[in-house]
């Protein structure tokens, strides 16, 4: 037998072998097909998301736009807080809110700072790191509750916007440090490698170079810990807000009304509760507003800061 019959008979045998199994999904076709499936689940959560999101600020404006006028937003609660409006509440609102941030911030970036910068022991590391997911775990009546026990009793800051903003502080602390702990590794570390070899020392390293690159994204993680400190009710309810007070606070360690808590005062402890409907969809529709005013400066000056980069 000839040696090209040879080859031509093993090339049959070789046709002849059936082919292995290519999973569904390896192949080009399945691939796209895998993929549409999974964007089409994302765009149908993302769609269902920003309906839901339509539909309650819908509602809110539709119920709430009534109620709404300059009396409303510039005179306090009267005749049994079923006439008049929420000027208290706005203020509380904001000066728990800014409070908090004030107080977490700072700690929050510091924290930060050591676990992405200077910590070297990684057991250390993971147990603080637990520890911060433990604690945004916790629900905001439990940091209520340690606020009332540790800042009004116990060191007698009493119920007052000290309290308050040291209990949101802690609250929100969680946020902050994942945020800025995120942006100060995306930070290059070429920034960091040029400043040593220019001779600066580790700390102008970081004050210098690290966190003005890096204070864009740590600004998202204040967006978020605003926006959660200014609609807690259960957390300022034992530590910082009261059913009423005429006028504004004159120091830290007066107590205040807040818009959240007082939402909840009109909906459960009002006197008419059904004649206060309208000003319970206006105060949510308020707390809305202050709270999106205050995340569009957040985002304008993070976008600032970003050109200046």
């Not at 910082?240 to 909906?267: C, E, K, N, Q, W």
């Amino acid at each position: 037998m000839s040696q090209s019959t040879i080859s031509i008979d093993g090339m049959a045998a070789q046709s002849e072998r059936p082919r292995p199994r290519v999973p569904f999904g390896r192949t080009g076709g399945g691939r796209r097909m895998v993929q549409s499936v999974f964007f089409s689940l994302f765009r149908m959560a993302a769609g269902i998301n920003g309906l839901a999101l339509l539909i309650i600020c819908s509602f809110l404006l539709i119920n709430g736009l009534p109620a709404i006028n300059w009396t409303f937003l510039s005179e306090p609660p009267y005749d049994a807080m079923t006439r008049g409006g929420v000027l208290p509440c706005i203020v509380g609102t904001a000066v728990l809110s800014l409070g908090a941030l004030c107080v977490s911030f700072p700690l929050g970036v510091a924290t930060a700072i050591y676990l992405n910068e200077y910590a070297r022991a990684p057991r250390l590391v993971r147990v603080i790191r637990l520890g911060i997911n433990n604690l945004a775990g916790v629900p905001s009546v439990v940091f209520g509750l340690f606020g009332l026990s540790f800042f009004v009793i116990y060191l007698g800051m009493g119920v007052s916007i000290l309290s308050g903003c040291l209990t949101l502080g802690f609250l929100t602390l969680p946020v902050i440090i994942g945020t800025s702990e995120e942006a100060l590794r995306s930070v290059p570390q070429t920034y960091r490698e040029a400043s040593l070899g220019l001779g600066a020392t580790k700390f102008q390293t970081i004050t210098r170079v690290v966190l003005p690159a890096a204070l864009p994204g740590m600004l998202t993680g204040s967006i978020l810990g605003i926006s959660r400190a200014a609609g807690e009710t259960a957390a300022i309810m034992f530590t910082a807000a009261v059913f009423y007070t005429p006028r504004t606070p004159g120091s830290i360690f007066d107590p205040v009304m807040a818009l959240p808590y007082h939402i909840y005062v009109l909906a459960t402890a009002g006197t008419n509760i059904d004649k206060t409907r309208p000003l319970q969809y206006g105060t949510a529709l308020v707390l809305i507003g202050l709270v999106f005013s205050m995340n569009i400066f957040a985002i304008w000056l993070r976008a600032r800061l970003q050109k200046r980069r």
